[in-house]
């Protein structure tokens, strides 16, 4: 399984762009890079995904390499609702789409 | 409309009880997931259905545990003979398809603590 470096914590002032970046060196072609995140005591919230184009929702924009190695997701204006545990995942597609979570980085959005 | 729900949020057992944690899905949604998350650490994987077949239960730590989705949307996870490292939040999601590429819808989640 393919898996993901993220930095631990970041910080980040309200209404500035968050940046979180993540690497995942060993993806293989058909797997997906997903973004979900989790408030304290709730289950993790998804926030976008993709394969090797750039996405964008009302969320946030994901933004991955040529070469698929690093994605970065944005929060262009993050708020103090933002604050949570971000987790960057690689889908193992032909397994059902499990989803395999590394330790995440927490951001905190500051006044 | 209604999201994932799981119940009871909270349980507490003693050591050697049998608990039994249900998920109620997404109405329709194909897939349901299992997800064990230790304080602290991010959420790992249990077990997978696709309808009532489980596919995929690589993931239970071990035969204490066992899941179970009979008609293809409510599932069941039980475990025997608590053991103090069984505390955790269990967490449930379902998805509407199968494969990546889908997103997953996470209920609230169940924290046990075996005492």
């Known amino acids: 399984d393919a898996k993901t470096t993220q930095p631990t914590s970041m910080d980040c002032a309200e209404g500035r762009a968050a940046n979180l970046p993540c690497n995942h060196s060993?993806?293989?072609?058909?797997?997906?890079v997903y973004w979900y995140r989790q408030i304290h005591s709730q289950g993790p919230q998804y926030i976008i995904h993709?394969?090797?184009n750039n996405e964008t929702n009302e969320m946030a924009s994901l933004i991955i390499t040529e070469d698929r190695k690093s994605s970065t997701l944005i929060l262009p204006h993050a708020t103090l609702r933002d604050t949570a545990v971000y987790y960057c995942i690689v889908s193992v597609y032909n397994q059902g789409g499990k989803l395999i979570f590394g330790q995440g980085t927490e951001l905190s959005v500051k006044p | 409309g209604a999201g994932v729900s799981q119940s009871p949020r909270y349980k507490v057992a003693k050591r050697g009880q049998d608990v039994a944690l249900r998920c109620d899905p997404i109405s329709g949604h194909v897939s349901l997931f299992w997800y064990q998350q230790a304080l602290g650490q991010g959420p790992e994987f249990l077990t997978y259905?696709?309808?009532?077949?489980?596919?995929?239960k690589s993931g239970l730590p071990s035969d204490r545990f066992f899941a179970e989705r009979p008609e293809g949307s409510v599932s069941t996870l039980k475990i025997q003979r608590t053991q103090q490292e069984d505390s955790a939040v269990y967490l449930c999601?379902?998805?509407?398809?199968?494969?990546?590429?889908?997103?997953?819808?996470f209920g609230p989640g169940t924290r046990l603590t075996v005492l």
């Open positions: 259905f696709q309808n009532e077949a489980q596919l995929d």
């Open positions: 060993t993806i293989s072609g058909n797997e997906y």
């Open positions: 999601a379902s998805s509407p398809r199968t494969g990546g590429g889908n997103e997953q819808f």
């Open positions: 993709g394969l090797k």
